[in-house]
C-alpha cells in the first residue's frame, strides 16, 4: 500500500531572465528611472571619453628628448620617458642601475613560483623571501662589499624608495601587529595588555606625517651627540610602528570573530597557548581579515608619499623635482597622471591578489 | 603516563574525584558542593534542566571553567592553576561539544592528526594511520579528505569524537553531544557512543537521551541550581525516582 515518492523534474528558467537581454533588463533597464539613468551615463561616456582618450593616447607625443618634440597638443610622454630613469632609480649611480634591476628580477624570479598551485615547498620560500631576500637586497642597494661601489641611503629615490619603504613597512608591521593584536587580547596578562593598548592607541592617534616629522627632526635633538641613526631607517622604523598598530586593530577583529568553541576545542585537546594561536585561531583569523590586511597596506603604499616631508624623495617626490626643472615647466599634469597610473598598478595588483587569495583559502563553510 | 592498570584493579581506580567544588559567574552560584567520584571504566549521565550547571561541571573537569572552591582531581593530578598539569591533564581526557568545534580550515584526516602531531609529538604518518583507523571506527573514512563544512552534522559529530579518541585519552566528556543535530541525524552518534562506552572507556555524558542512559550508563545523575539532586544506577533512577524534583523532570521529558 506503498507509494514511491517521486520528486518534481526540473525545468529550466523562463527565457527572458537569461542570456544577454536577460542580463540588460535585470541590470540596465529594469524600470523607468534605471533606464533613463541608463542612457545618461552613456551619453557622459559619449561626450568625455573621445577627448580623454585624444589627450592620453592620439594627439599624444611619444618620442623624443627635449620637449621641442612636443608640439601636437595632446599629452606630452616625452617628459616622463626622458626622466624615467630619474622615476624609477632616483640618484643611484646610473652604471649601478643594474643592481636594483636585478634585484627586481630576483625577487619576481623568487615569488613566482608561490603562485603556482603544485608547488611543494611555498612555506621555506615564503621564510626566505622574508628573511634572507631583504639581506641580499641590502647588499646589492647599498653596496661597499664584494667590489660593489657603496651608495649612500639618499641616493635611494623613485619608485625604488616607494617600493622599499612600502615592503619594508609591510613585512616588518605584520608579525608585530598580530603580537600586538594577542597581547591585546591577553586578558590573564594585565600589564602585557595594557602595555599593547597604550601602544596601539598613541601610534593610531598620531598623522603618520608627525611620526616622520618627529622621527626626522626632533629624535636627534633627544640623541647623544655624535650619535646619528640613517634618516631613511628612522622613517622606516617610524613607518613600521605605525603601521603595526594599525594591522593590530585590524587582526583583532579577526581574533575576536573566531567562535569561543574553536578555542575551547583547541584547549580541550592539550594545544599550548601559542600552538593553538598559530595551528588553530591565527590561520583562520588572519584568513578572514585579509581585505582588510591589504587596506592598510594599500593605505601605507600610497602613505609613502609622504616621506617627502623629510627630504625622501620617492617616485612623486621625484615626478615633482622634476617639475621643477626649467627645460620641462608646465608638465605637471603628464607628471601627476603618471604617477597616479604606477600607483594605481600597483594598488589594483595588490587588490586583486587578496581577493584571489581569499578565494583560494575559502574552503567552503563557516563556523 | 600511567602503566596499564590490570582490569581486576580498575575497578577501584578512582579516575575523577570532585570534593565539594563550588563556582560562581559573578555572584550567580552555579555549581553548589559538588562532591562525585566515577571510576575507571565508569559510565555516568549527567541530566537536568537548563541552567543546573550540568555543563559547567563536567568543563571544569577539563579546567575549560575555573572553579572556584573545592577540589577537583583527574586521575590522581589535582587541577590547579599550574599550566603544565593543566596541559597534562587535557592530554588524558577527551571531550566533544555539543557544535562540534571541528577546525574548518582543515580537512577532516588534519583535524584527527592536529593533536598527536603537536602535542604528542607523533611523526605525521603514524597520526594519520591514528587517525584514519578512528574514522573507520566511527565509520566515515571516506570522509578523510573533505572539510568540516562539508559534512552532515552527524558525521561532524562522529568526527569531533574520533578526534579526542586519537589522544587516546582515559577519560572522555560529552557535553550535550546530540542536542545541535537533526532527529534523523542523532541515532548515527549514539552508537558510536555506545560502541565505545562498551569498549570500557571512563565516560561522563552530559544528554538529555533516556534511551542511551538505559542503555549504557551505570550511573545517572539530576542536577538542578547547581546541586547534584540524586544519583542513582538507572534502573532505579527512572523506575523509582527519591526525589519530588526528579520525578518532575521526568514526567515532563519522558511523559510525552
Known sequence: MSHDFAPLPDLPPPGSSVGAIGWLRRNLF???????????????LATLLPPLFNWLFFDADWFGDSRDACTSGGACWVFVSARFSTFMYGFFPENETWRINLIYIALIACMAPLFIDSFRHKVKLGVFVIFVFPIFGFILLFGGVFGLEQTETSQWGGLTLTLLLASVGCVAALPLGIMLALGRQATNMPAVKSMCVLFIEFWRG?????????????LPLFLPEGVSFDKLLRALIGITLFQSAYIAEVVRGGLQAIPKG????????????WKKMGLIILPQALKIVIPGIVNTFIALFKDTTLVIIVGLLDVLGMVQNALNDPNWLGYSTEGYVFTAFVFWIFCFTMSRYSQSLERKLHTG??? | ???????????????????????????????KDINLQVAKGERIVVCGPSGSGKSTMIRCINRLEEHQKGQIIVDGTELTSDLRQIEQIRKEVGMVFQHFNLFPHLTVLENLALAPMWVRKMPRKEAEAIG?????????????????????????????IARSLCMSPRIMLFDEPTSALDPEMIKEVLDVMIELAESGMTMMCVTHEMGFAKTVADKVIFMDRGQIVESNPPEEFFNNPQNERTQLFLSQIIGH
Not at chain 1, 574553536?262 to 599550548?272: H, M, N, P, R, T
Not at chain 2, 570522509?143 to 558525521?155: C, D, E, T
Open chain 1, 262 to 273: 574553536q578555542y575551547e576545542a583547541a584547549d580541550a585537546l592539550g594545544l599550548s597557548y
Open chain 1, 365 to 367: 563553510h563557516k563556523r
Open chain 1, 30 to 44: 529594469s524600470n523607468a528611472i534605471n533606464s533613463v539613468l541608463t542612457l545618461f551615463a552613456i551619453y557622459l
Open chain 1, 206 to 218: 598620531v598623522p603618520l606625517i608627525t611620526v616622520l616629522f618627529m622621527s626626522s627632526v626632533m
Open chain 2, 1 to 31: 603516563m600511567t602503566a596499564a592498570v590490570p582490569n581486576t584493579a580498575a575497578e577501584n581506580e578512582v579516575m575523577i574525584e570532585l570534593r565539594g567544588v563550588n563556582k560562581w559567574y559573578d555572584k550567580f552560584h552555579v555549581l
Open chain 2, 132 to 160: 584514519m583507523q578512528y574514522l573507520e571506527r566511527v565509520k566515515i573514512p571516506d570522509q578523510a579528505k573533505k572539510y568540516p563544512g562539508q559534512l552532515s552534522g552527524g558525521q561532524q559529530q562522529r568526527v569531533a
